[in-house]
């Protein structure tokens, strides 16, 4: 199968293009892609795989929802030298963790991701959402809190502390089981300013500290590992209010018109975007790097965002963001990033996650099974 790229790069210089082209001529024909399920995913099958099957006839590309597990299973098949992923969407920090740890090859911008349509390199249009050399970052999402409309009285939450006010706001939370945004929500709401959250949480007795406010809704605490899970919780009316994408909450509030509202105090910003394992063969390698450049060039991170509320990440793609591709409304205002939603956000620390990740999940599990 000949390389395509060529045709899907608007704005990329014939020189770079071809050179990427000599040295990829062959492809797989098959390719399996791994995410998070749920709308998320289903905006990537839209936006991503259907056009690019449709210009790869005989093309199989099989779906995985595994990316919570991404680290861990990128480790014991690497260990194992059967790597069965070909590309994979993660958080940045698990991708900074991977490019550290080898696991995840190097991208480079200017000859392997297509230009601007007006010209502007790739590398100048991700900008400084570029965090690591083997990531690349499809859209700006946020966990944030959504809760019951009915089950919350006649004044709503209106804020991330809210969530540890049992008496004002009795019965069930979900949180993600994971210590990330959960401890930087604990410590805030123990008086913690913004800017000191890592300071804080770098310590010894930060973390105690952050546990020890968790320990105040603990028993309320239905714990998370899926997107899915809280907006099923709270159509289901098992929680008064959880954490989840923002994408997901607007799925259920949208799409599904359940009795749910949304809370954007202290929404926590962060990147989602594609890795491509390392040691894949050149013909899988070729297979995921062309799809890569497809996936990520302005039009189709444009296209995503009519699918679910995630802000691109490339600076060109945002004057293309339009109506939702079935509702019909404008998409716009529901982007994490649009100003009223984003007065007081969490501004997540992707490399002071990189760096204390291990250490800190073994320490928030070991509280949650006591």
């Not at 590309?61 to 059967?82: F, Q, W």
């Not at 239905?222 to 098992?238: I, K």
């Not at 079935?326 to 982007?335: K, R, T």
Request: charged fraction near 25%; glycine fraction near 6%; proline fraction near 4%.
């Amino acid at each position: 199968m000949k390389f395509k790229s060529v045709l899907l790069v608007a704005g990329a210089t014939f020189a770079a293009a071809a050179a990427f082209a000599e040295s990829h001529s062959k492809m797989a024909n098959s390719m399996t892609m791994v995410s998070w399920g749920g709308a998320y995913q289903n905006s990537q099958v839209k936006a991503y795989v259907e056009p690019y099957k449709a210009m790869n006839e005989g093309l199989e590309v099989v779906t995985d929802e595994s990316s919570a597990e991404a680290v861990a299973k990128l480790r014991a098949m690497n260990e194992t030298g059967n790597v069965t992923w070909d590309i994979v969407d993660v958080v940045a920090s698990d991708a900074m963790r991977l490019c550290d740890e080898g696991l995840a090859m190097e991208i480079d911008p200017d000859t392997m991701l297509a230009a601007a349509p007006d010209g502007t390199s790739a590398k100048d249009d991700f900008g400084d959402l570029l965090v690591s050399d083997c990531f690349v970052p499809q859209i700006v999402y946020s966990t944030t809190f959504g809760y019951r409309t009915d089950m919350v009285g006649d004044t709503p939450p209106t804020t991330v502390c809210d969530i540890f006010d049992l008496a004002k706001f009795p019965g069930k939370r979900s949180l993600q089981k994971r210590p990330i945004d959960n401890m930087e929500w604990a410590l805030y709401c123990d008086g913690v300013e913004k800017d000191k959250l890592y300071d804080v949480l770098g310590t010894d007795e930060g973390v105690d500290r952050a546990l020890a406010k968790l320990d105040t809704i603990k028993d309320s605490v239905v714990w998370w590992t899926a997107g899915a899970e809280t907006p099923q919780l709270l159509a289901d009316g098992e929680v008064v209010m959880g954490s989840t994408f923002n994408g997901r909450l607007f799925s259920a509030i949208a799409e599904q018109n359940q009795p749910i509202g949304m809370l954007w105090d202290m929404q926590s910003f962060d990147l989602d975007g594609w890795i491509i394992p390392a040691g894949l063969s050149d013909e899988r390698k070729a297979r995921a790097l062309d799809f890569l450049m497809f996936a990520t060039d302005t039009q189709r991170l444009a296209d995503q965002a009519a699918y679910i509320s995630y802000g691109p990440a490339r600076k060109s793609s945002a004057p293309l963001v339009g109506k939702h591709a079935e509702l019909g409304i404008d998409m716009a205002p529901h982007m994490p990033t649009d100003p009223a939603n984003a007065a007081n956000v969490h501004l997540y620390d992707y490399g002071w996650w990189a760096d204390n990740r291990d250490d800190l999940d073994a320490r928030f599990q070991a509280w949650v099974a006591q």
